[in-house]
């Protein structure tokens, strides 16, 4: 076992340092020259050249009553908000102005009654930034900044419900159909259900149906003596086999890589070909850092190169307490090898960046930064601007020239 990196009752915990000029550089990474009026440090931007386009299949939004109570949440019980105002005055705008690709935006329902609502302010939001966006793209294209692009769509929603609400199944078929809505968020913390309650077989059975993805925080950590229920007791990776043993033709996702049980939920790949797994939060250098835990870094590497068609980047973005870039910095790093297999790879690398860079590192690389969330939530190559420059149609070309 190589795990302990996160206390089974986690308590507060400060943002970690700001690192050093340019330390997250890499051929993904470029920081800026201007100090961000928000983060009062330089932001990080993913380069023009970067060698693949950049899914963030973990961001969440709310309206800002509930987005505050979240936050007093974090304040007191996790850790501070690094993006609050930034947040505040461009929503997930900041992301794709940073040079992500596109992002897929989370909501979620503690109680019964709201997640209706929930569902509709996500829809709008994901239209007017796909609105806003095919605007801004129109004119670069007739200005001859970018190439002609036919559509271009920079978000994708989740929708959410509270397990055994009344009419949960209409709930979510209107997320599904009227609202376009690309599957469901749920969070085994927050709505005090374990993922394999008997509230939750409508909920699989309607995503099933209209199939369409479930992403669940069903690891046990963060846990948090705040919650109503004692998270460590109400998942397990064992009560999330429960769900793909009944239900293998379900499409689910984990997020955090399972925190804290990376090798059972490791396991459940072997075993479920439709089970996921997501990297938020895992790559922060902030639960644990991987020269503490060099076996654990080890076993992300390994098994990164062997399930790597069901891991998703993901940043978690804004409720985190360190620069958005730092976990691509570090995912990049890992699959290089830096530093004799990540020994000096925490946050950049310092300067043997790249040494030990393969080809088929860089492959899994391309996976979990774009291609598989691509594939989980349906984000097509049209929606990434991708389609014109790949119209080959093979699945296997790569549509950014490698750097190798
Ligand atoms: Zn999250």
């Not at 900041?94 to 302010?121: C, M, P, Q, S, W």
């Amino acid at each position: 076992m190589c795990q302990g990196a996160v206390p089974e009752y986690f308590k507060f915990k400060e943002a970690p340092p700001e690192l050093p000029p340019g330390w997250l550089g890499s051929r993904f990474l470029h920081e800026l020259d201007v100090i961000d009026p928000h983060t009062q440090t330089k932001e990080y931007v993913v380069s023009k050249t970067a060698p693949c386009p950049i899914i963030d299949a973990h961001v969440h939004v709310f309206p800002q009553k509930l987005m505050d109570a979240v936050w007093t949440f974090f304040d007191n019980f996790y850790w501070p908000v690094r993006y609050k105002g930034t947040y505040l005055e461009s929503r997930a705008d900041f992301l794709i102005e940073h040079g992500v690709t596109h992002v897929v935006l989370l909501v979620y329902a503690h109680k019964n009654g709201i997640a209706r609502d929930l569902n509709k302010y996500l829809a709008q939001v994901v239209n007017d930034m796909n609105t806003r966006y095919n605007k801004k793209f129109s004119k670069e294209e007739a200005s001859g900044q970018i190439q002609k692009q036919k559509r271009r769509r920079v978000a994708t929603g989740l929708a959410t419900v509270m397990p055994g609400e009344p009419g949960a199944k209409d709930i979510l078929a209107e997320a599904f159909t009227t609202l376009g809505l690309s599957g469901i968020k749920m969070h085994s913390h927050v709505q005090s259900v374990p993922a394999n309650h008997p509230s939750m077989d409508e909920v699989y059975e309607t995503c099933i149906r209209f199939n369409k993805p479930v992403l669940i925080h069903a690891g046990k950590a963060p846990n948090s003596s705040a919650y109503k229920v004692d998270a460590g007791k109400i998942c397990d990776a064992s009560i999330v086999e429960d769900v793909l043993k009944r239900y293998p033709r379900l499409r689910m996702c984990v997020p955090h890589l399972g925190m804290n049980q990376y090798e059972e939920f490791f396991d459940l790949l072997d075993r479920y070909p439709n089970f996921y797994l997501d990297t938020t939060m895992t790559f922060g250098s902030f639960f644990q850092t991987f020269e503490e835990n060099k076996p654990l870094a080890e076993l992300l590497r390994t098994m990164f190169l062997k399930h790597s068609d069901r891991i998703l980047y993901g940043s978690d973005w804004p409720n985190i307490p360190y620069s958005w870039s730092r976990e691509i910095a570090n995912l990049v790093s890992l699959m290089d090898g830096d530093g004799d297999v990540i020994s000096s790879a925490v946050a950049g690398g310092g300067n043997q960046k790249g040494i030990h860079r393969t080809a088929e590192g860089d492959t899994v690389l391309e996976k979990i930064l774009w291609r598989n969330a691509s594939r989980f939530y349906g984000i097509s190559e049209e929606d990434l601007g991708l389609s014109d420059i790949n119209s080959s149609g093979s699945q296997n070309s790569t549509p950014f020239p490698s750097n190798l």
